[in-house]
């Protein structure tokens, strides 16, 4: 009998965005006219940019034609795309990368899901608590995480609280981990990292010799001056950190699927025996591996972001929603609820009120204000006691769920 | 330090097929004027069909549109699709499958490379030599392919050689095997199996307690009836087989990503502790953690293959091909040459003359013919001597490379 890798029985039965699914699906049951407003799960809600779309469609008639058809591309992306991210995403914040360096994918899920595949099952892990719930999933699949604790923590796995004590930014472990997962601008707490505090980071990493995952998929929701964008900003950076980009929530490419990896040839993990090996050559090996490359219709879509056209739109959408989370915080704020996030980021995490649990707040806001939002206590055992919200909606829909919420609350 | 998972250090430092390229760059630098006809790597060349590019340019015209955009998607594809995938490619043949057993992916590389996620680490794995690459690479890479033996093979891998003793047919393992890898129609040697040698292998599955990976990528290319093409069509298969499409070579999708993966609820791995679990969930799992669904457009293209103007399109592609590899067989055959394959796939295996080595013939015909094949060696130990050629070419460009082979020959 072949036998299965028994890490996967370990992982809770659904994941958690089902339940909450299915919660809303047996209100829905029950009151079959309700009108629901979703804030819940980060989807966006506007088309895609004008530009991608034209791009696109150039794309599809290319694949058409004999003379313009493309097959097999690249595994790690075309040359026009990569030169457009270093170009736009990098060098007008001073930092310098090679083509070679990057790595564009069919989105960061997949990225950071796999990324641990070239990594032994052993390390030790450090994780903001709360997180997004992928990243300790795709731990505990290959037994990295170790074994789930009564508290609903793995035991493999280094908590890092974000708390209202601290402002929801993390403090350095006390103790060595091998890989730190950061998430900045954050999901679930939509907070962010000054530099001074990504800097503290940086400085750990190089001092621990730690890996730094930073995930940067709302990178583009950054409102101050001030916060840097990229982990690389930050001098060391390249000695420590992969970060992962996505076009998800930049420009709507969630049901398009497109994002970037890029891992710094300065950056080496090691043997067992203390040797150290660069991590460039090991990605482009899995890639090449159990990955074919991202559409080309895909690609050209995620290059027409670049254009001027393209930049334009796109500011246009994440404006949109940023004017949604600034109009929540203050409808929220105005009831007395404590919230963080909201400013550089799609996401608000909110308070329940009265020392309600997550789930009950969640249930209270359904049943009597017909609004989904997410249970902070999915996102780790840090986020019990709180919401997720989500800017992601029509301006219209956001006000009248602001005003469901005043009366309800 | 993070340390690396060192199994990846045991791969060649170099994909195959790159190593295939390069000599063919550097063939190119020293002759610079040469008119090279490449019949190497598996690669379509005629552009997608009709019906793929008008339902891609609709799907994108959706996505430009508020009320018509889509965000993410389910995981393991759309409805529409895995509903036309069961109609189209499963109940004609007499298989009925529940949409839950289906699993849209970006591809096969990625499904055959990732389905090892949910396997232990120290199953045994049976393969065909020669084999496709990548499933010996991704078994290698979790350390489940144990280490390189002098002789070429992995310690924990059993290899079934095909030959022209045994018509290149692989015979049953003598041992238990957990896990056999069967790719039919055959990349590389273009073989394929009876309705009674396929039996033969699932009644050993069903007598061994084994599990089948069964990769149908060529499957649209079966001219003669007889020829099973799904593992399901042989009784009991079910529970023994995970199954893999892909519209790559069906449609011409190599650049677009798109294939799937049935994973029918019959079938079981096992604990440790010999309890019995059903891997249909638990791949769900992984695709949920790790994957975020294969773009729309890229769905609503490979939706188009289903319907009656698709069907046709693929149809004359296919045997676009086929005339092809008929000539090929033609010519090859006509200068005393042996050859496998050709007739129910679009790969031809040559045995190369004289007894020169796979590499040899390889640079013989790139030299003297400028045409590129792949060296049979780059397949497995027992691929050497033997060249595979793809019948991905224009009509005159392959006639073109007959003639010169003949010539050289």
């Known amino acids: 009998m072949a036998l299965v890798n028994e890490h996967f029985l370990k992982l809770p039965n659904n994941y958690f965005f089902s339940d909450v699914e299915k919660k809303v699906n047996s209100f829905k049951v029950t009151h079959p006219k309700a009108d629901l407003i979703r804030l819940g799960t980060g989807d966006v809600i506007l088309p ?42 990098y060098n007008p914040r001073g930092v310098h990368l090679e083509p070679s360096e990057i790595f564009v994918s069919d989105g960061s899920k997949s990225d ?16 903001t608590d709360p997180i997004y719930p992928v990243y300790i999933d795709s731990n505990v699949s290959c037994g990295r995480a170790g074994e789930l604790l009564a508290d609903g923590k793995w035991s493999n796995v280094v908590y890092m609280p974000c708390l209202p004590e601290n402002d929801f930014i993390p403090q350095l472990p006390k103790q060595r981990v091998d ?24 400085n750990y990493a190089l001092e621990n010799d730690t890996l730094l995952i930073f995930d940067g998929a709302y990178e583009a929701y950054i409102q101050h001056p001030d916060i840097p964008h990229s982990i690389y900003e930050i001098k060391g950076a390249k000695k ?13 490419f969630t049901g398009v699927r497109c994002g970037y990896t890029v891992i710094p040839k300065e ?6 025996a203390g040797k150290r090996i660069p991590l460039t050559p ?5 890639q090449e591996t159990k990955f074919n490359g991202t559409s080309y219709i895909t690609q050209r879509g995620a290059e027409a972001i670049y254009t001027p056209e393209g930049k334009e739109q796109v500011k246009a959408h994440i404006q949109y929603y940023m004017n949604n989370a600034q109009l929540m915080k203050r409808a929220l704020t105005s009831i007395g609820l404590k919230t963080a996030g909201g400013e550089d980021a799609p996401y608000l995490w909110v308070k329940a009120p009265d020392g309600l649990s997550s789930w009950k707040f969640f249930e209270k806001l359904l049943y009597e204000a017909q609004v989904v939002t997410t ?3 999915g996102f780790g055992p840090n986020g019990e006691g709180y919401l997720r919200l989500t800017a992601f ?13 005043c009366q309800c609350l």
């Open 112 to 127: 950071t899901g796999n990324i641990g595949d070239i990594l032994r099952h052993d390390n030790s892990i450090g994780v």
């Open 393 to 405: 909606g029509k301006k219209e829909r956001i006000q009248e769920a602001m005003q469901r919420l």
């Open 375 to 377: 249970p902070g206590v």
């Open 267 to 272: 950056l080496t993990g090691g043997t067992l």
């Open 282 to 286: 090991l990605w482009r090996r899995h």
């Open 240 to 252: 420590v950190a992969i970060e992962f980009r996505s076009f998800s929530k930049t420009a709507g």
């Open 48 to 89: 895609l940019p004008q530009a991608c779309i034209e791009a696109m469609h150039r794309a599809v008639d290319e694949m058409g034609h004999e003379s313009t058809f493309r097959g097999y591309g690249p595994e790690a992306g075309y040359p026009f795309l990569i030169n457009a991210i270093i170009k736009h995403d």
């Open 179 to 202: 890989i730190i997962y950061l998430c900045y601008p954050n999901n679930p707490t939509g907070t962010v990292l000054s530099k001074a505090e990504l800097r503290k980071w940086v």
